[in-house]
């Protein structure tokens, strides 16, 4: 669901038979999100950003034997996605740059579906300069159409970019390359009274 405060993930996990732990996804994500969890391992592994409690840290009633590991796995917190809502075909590799991002700024931000879905929305949004889609395992992966920008691999893991001028043979434009850290993001700011920042508990 829909991340609104650690104590409603932690409400909503007592409700539901079977939760044995409550995940919140890393709040730089444009949507943050609580997962009700069932049987688990803990890991440390990908996990920047995220949060975990255990039920049987926040449910006196609740004790349960945990097996913690930090091997590598193929498992994520995130559930199984419907291949008919978030494609896992191969990518396409026509102009797009892998572990590539842009800090610049957001003209549009739609739900992933193709990179040629991505391009052709970009050539119909005036100013748009670069597509960039966010990483695949994310549980929504999205589209962000790009005006003005300049390129990143700073955190960039995942994160896959397509400039215009590529794929749009009558724009040319001068490209800034920076690796220099920054604090700007691919994300436009979100609403605290949608997306809370205060600190967690």
């Excluded at 932690?10 to 044995?20: A, H, S, V, Y």
Aim: aromatic fraction near 10%; charge should be negative; glycine fraction near 4%.
């Amino acid at each position: 669901v829909r991340y609104s405060s650690d104590e409603a993930c932690k409400e909503l996990c007592l409700e539901i038979d079977g939760c044995e732990a409550v995940v919140t996804s890393p709040m730089f994500w444009y949507w943050t999100e609580c997962f009700i969890i069932g049987e688990y391992t803990l890991s440390t592994n990908d996990a920047s950003g995220w949060d975990t409690a255990e039920r049987e840290c926040f449910d006196r009633d609740v004790r349960r034997p945990i097996i913690r590991t930090d091997r590598p796995t193929n498992d994520t917190t995130t559930p199984p996605v419907d291949p008919t809502e978030n494609p896992t075909e191969p990518r396409d590799t026509d102009c797009f740059k892998a572990n590539l991002r842009t800090s610049g700024t957001v003209l549009e931000q739609v739900r992933y579906s193709s990179d040629e879905a991505c391009k052709e929305l970009c050539l119909e949004i005036d100013g748009c300069e670069a597509v960039v889609t966010s990483p695949m395992f994310w549980y929504w992966t999205e589209c962000f159409i790009i005006g003005e920008y300049t390129l990143s691999t700073n955190d960039a893991s995942g994160w896959d970019t397509a400039e215009r001028e590529c794929f749009d043979r009558d724009v040319r434009r001068p490209i800034i390359r920076t690796d220099r850290p920054t604090n700007d993001t691919t994300t436009p700011p979100v609403d605290p009274t949608e997306n809370p920042t205060e600190p967690r508990d």
